[in-house]
């Protein structure tokens, strides 16, 4: 390595960080409304400088104390700001034409709106340009670092990112190069370069993108994830890639993408820093936005007519509404509204009657070809998510009450041991919430294998029936969550033990009181019966799974079956899923691990014993 000291680089790099905002104020102080021209020579040459230092800094002492997360400083210092400034500028500058006065015929007021709007385009032009030109520097300097350091194994990345890359010999590599602490760290830094690269593209289809006819404007950020998605393949343990594509959903107006992705960012061994600071904003206006819908009123209404039905002798089952969504984008919509009360703790009440509306719907979706395979999946994957995020993190504060509405106390049990069964029970609704996915998703495979036991000719030779379109969009997603279970039997059957505790000691603090039923006003009488449904809710998973592990059998017999190591499968989410925090420990902890089907027979027929006993 190089003999500058670092320590020397650190602090001149500050002494030119320093410059840069002197020259940054002396332009602005040559302009009467304080603005500047990022374009400008000396400003310019100020961030080349600093600039230069850290890159001194990024490729000869990288291993150094002095260098530590020097790239980002790269892109805060010298890109970023100068990106924030531009897109300030515009903001600005389009405003002024959306409010320019418009007189009749008065031509100074149009010159003066014309004027405004030829600034604008000036102010794009000059953004485009500086994207492009910070596209191709980062370009330049991750396959310096490939070829320094003779990183060859990220060749595919970069190939897929078309990054030209010239590989040098390992031979030429300093014994530092070669700790594995460092290779880690390289890996490190590529992604977070790449993940500005991405940030580059994404700038540059915001504001090159033009409207149409009818004045919308549809954003192709195609390039911008695949950068995200390159980096991700580096580290998938990272969350930071996950979270820029959650920035990309929510631009293009997916709101269940936004929350799948910013999940995804959460449940890593690394996670974003802003992770949960982003979910929790974007879940709080979903939370308003059903604080005052329709479908919320029709689960009081259920409420309050539940109420009607239920007395000692009779207790009635948690209500539910006839809810139907006339498009699949309702759909997604209703499942971020029900995780926004799962994440902020929120009308527990609701959230159970929302939950079960949304799973029976699923069964249609699934008759109807409404969702792709990917689909399914993130909604289980939210699910896991949020159920494994409620196991390790503390509910975020909240002003809302945990319940709709009624008193959330009861006078015959103690506040402190009311809100221990509260918390519990919003742990125990997101694991209903995962194995209501699944068996749903279960009982629409045991009828599509019904189907090809019925179509099958008893005379035909043995050998693998075709699988049609259901089971290819379904089973991915109960691969992935039968895997979940088999992690967490344990944990399903506390739940188990702690709902059927609860609802006898929240039902006797009900049932002292002298009206004859509650539902309708009681938080307390209403959470013991959400809590009486959850035994009934894990029985029918395990007899959904015990039926489909037999028919699975009977359709794909395991003497038909290709073995695991002779297939060479290769299933890309399990993949792209392995690192993901609730399933990393059950995710082909041997080199043995069987893939697609044949992992579902064995694994039916354990989680069946563990049910019949």
Request: glycine share 4%.
């Amino acid at each position: 390595m190089s003999t500058v000291d670092p320590a020397d680089l650190r602090r001149e790099a500050r002494a030119r960080k320093q410059a840069q905002d002197e020259a940054i104020q002396h332009a602005k102080a040559l302009t009467p409304d304080g603005t500047y021209d990022p374009c400008d020579a000396a400003v310019v040459q100020a961030r080349q400088a600093l600039r230069t230092v850290y890159m001194a800094l990024l490729m000869t002492c990288t291993f150094t104390r002095a260098a530590q997360l020097v790239d980002t400083m790269i892109w805060h210092d010298t890109t970023y700001h100068v990106i924030s400034y531009f897109r300030a500028r515009l903001v600005h500058a389009e405003r002024q034409v959306t409010n320019a006065p418009r007189g009749k015929g008065r031509a100074p007021k149009r010159e003066r709106k014309s004027a405004k709007a030829s600034d604008h385009k000036r102010l794009q032009q000059q953004l485009l340009r500086f994207v492009d030109e910070e596209v191709a520097y980062y370009a330049e300097t991750v396959a310096c670092l490939v070829q320094r350091y003779a990183l060859d194994e990220t060749c595919s990345v970069l190939s897929a990112l078309a990054i030209q890359i010239q590989p040098q010999h390992a031979a030429s590599l300093a014994e530092s190069a070669r700790v594995p602490a460092h290779r880690h760290q390289l890996y490190e830094i590529l992604q977070r370069l790449l993940t500005c690269m991405g940030d580059l593209h994404r700038y540059r289809e915001l504001h090159s993108a033009v409207p149409d006819r009818h004045h919308r404007v549809f954003f192709h950020f195609t390039r911008a994830v695949l950068f995200y998605h390159q980096a991700h393949v580096l580290l998938p343990d990272h969350g930071n890639p996950s979270n820029q594509l959650a920035v990309v959903a929510t631009t293009v107006g997916d709101s269940f993408g936004a929350v799948y992705q910013y999940y995804r960012a959460l449940c890593v061994r690394v996670p974003f820093d802003n992770a949960r600071h982003n979910l929790q904003r974007m879940l709080e206006k979903a939370l308003h936005a059903w604080s005052s819908s329709a479908r919320r009123d029709d689960v009081l209404v259920a409420w309050r007519q539940a109420a009607l039905e239920d007395c000692p002798a009779r207790r009635v089952p948690v209500p539910s509404i006839s809810a139907r969504w006339d498009s699949a984008q309702d759909y997604f919509d209703s499942l971020v509204a029900f995780h926004s009360l799962c994440f902020l703790r929120a009308d527990f009440d609701t959230a159970c009657v929302l939950h079960d509306a949304i799973l029976r719907h699923m069964l249609m979706t699934v008759d109807m070809h409404e969702l792709r395979a990917v689909d399914y999946l993130r909604i289980l994957v939210t699910g896991l998510c949020a159920s494994w995020t409620t196991r390790l993190c503390p509910a975020p504060l909240h002003e809302r009450l945990p319940f709709s509405l009624g008193a959330p106390y009861s006078a015959h049990m103690d506040a402190d041991v009311l809100a221990e069964h509260v918390r519990a029970a919003w742990g125990t609704l997101l694991v209903c919430h995962v194995l209501g996915i699944l068996t749903a998703l279960l009982a629409v495979i045991r009828h599509e294998l019904m189907s090809l036991l019925r179509d099958k000719r008893p005379d035909g030779e043995p050998g693998l029936m075709d699988m049609g379109r259901i089971l290819r969009r379904t089973l991915p997603s109960v691969r992935i969550g039968l895997k979940w279970v088999r992690g967490h039997v344990d944990y399903m059957a506390s739940c188990r033990a702690q709902a059927a505790q609860a609802a006898q000691e929240l039902q006797q603090a009900v049932d002292q009181q002298k009206t004859p039923s509650s539902l309708a006003t009681d938080a307390v009488a209403r959470l013991a019966c959400v809590q009486r449904s959850v035994e009934a809710r894990m029985s029918s998973f395990w007899s959904a799974l015990i039926d489909f592990g037999n028919l699975l059998q009977a359709a794909y017999p395991p003497s038909v079956l290709p073995v695991a190591p002779e297939a060479s499968i290769f299933i890309e989410e399990d993949v792209d899923l392995q690192f993901l925090g609730p399933i990393r420990r059950v995710m082909h902890p041997t080199e043995a691990s069987p893939y697609a089907l044949p992992d579902l027979a064995p694994l039916a027929s354990a989680h069946a014993d563990y049910a019949r006993g």
